[in-house]
């Protein structure tokens, strides 16, 4: 059996219902986060595991509500068609509940995997994850900041010397940083923007996202005031029409009530104003560390 793609209806299917065997961890994370492979009918297929039980306490997050975030925010992703999100479930794991994610990485055409070629063995750290992300997100000298590209922060690194953090002027990227409003990603670091081997764009790592106050932190500022046209309206109004029916309820398995009427609300506000917003100014702006 093979798989074209991650928009595979097996990719689920087996995310869902195959044997999960880790070889790995990644070690730079700051919740317990394992890969390994995930088996059924033969197939075999990467994964990213965190069990609910491995997720550290935060002040402004509920305990033990990280890996349904991210199952919520999959959820949104696709129901709404910006599609930025690999497939991501909730479902036992050998270390109890937890999210599991379909692998995504540089140079893969599809999570599927030969288990005696595959190199995912072993730990992983964060510089690692961050070569994934290099072609779209990156620090730079300010005379080598790529043609079109967009500027988001200066700042001076270890040395003293002056950097800038810059990103592509995308159309997936920019899918990306409308899903993250939306959402109210409080986490969206360099690293947690893949390109796929199908050369489509993936986020990853939305534990930290839905909450009722605005909390949005993200490296993807380049369109601030920028307009919202047909090609990014149409997933809001796609997705509040289906909020007002039986998806609020599918989210609200994952988030409380309150944080499923702030969802409508950015999405209504984002309809009202179609604009990419600036940030709130109550809070830093972009994650620590940025990468």
């Not at 992703?77 to 690999?86: F, H, I, K, R």
């Not at 479902?91 to 893969?108: E, H, K, L, N, T």
């Not at 046209?229 to 009530?257: C, Q, S, Y």
Request: proline share 8%.
């Amino acid at each position: 059996m093979s798989v074209p793609d991650l928009r595979d209806p097996a990719v689920h299917t087996v995310l869902a219902k195959g044997r999960i065997e880790i070889t790995g961890r990644l070690v730079d994370a700051s919740n317990a986060t394992l890969f390994g492979t995930v088996s059924a009918d033969g197939v075999d297929m990467r994964c990213v595991y965190k069990p609910v039980r491995g997720e550290r306490p935060l002040w402004d997050f509920p305990d033990g509500t990280l890996a349904g975030r991210e199952v919520a925010s999959y959820l949104i992703s696709e129901a709404s068609g910006l599609q930025v999100v690999p497939p991501t479930l909730l479902r036992d794991g050998p270390f109890g509940p937890g999210m599991v994610q379909a692998w995504v990485s540089a140079g893969d055409d599809t999570a599927i995997s030969d288990p005696d070629d595959d190199d995912l063995d072993g730990d992983l750290d964060g510089e690692t994850i961050t070569l994934a992300a290099a072609s779209l997100v990156e620090l730079c000298g300010p005379a080598d900041v790529p043609d079109g590209w967009l500027p988001v922060l200066r700042a001076r690194d270890g040395a003293g010397d002056p950097v800038v953090l810059v990103h592509a002027d995308d159309p997936q990227l920019r899918r990306m940083a409308l899903f993250d409003v939306v959402v109210n990603n409080a986490d969206r670091k360099g690293g947690h923007v893949l390109v796929g081997g199908d050369e489509r764009v993936y986020g990853v790592d939305h534990g930290l996202t839905l909450h009722t106050e605005d909390k949005l932190r993200t490296v993807l500022w380049g369109w601030v005031g920028d307009e919202l046209r047909g090609e990014l309206i149409e997933p809001l109004r796609t997705l509040r029409r289906k909020l007002a029916g039986d998806f609020g309820d599918e989210i609200g398995e994952h988030v409380t009530r309150r944080e499923v009427a702030a969802l409508r609300s950015r999405v209504d506000r984002l309809i009202n104003e179609p604009r990419f917003p600036e940030p709130n100014g109550y809070g830093p702006a972009i994650p620590w560390p940025a990468f």
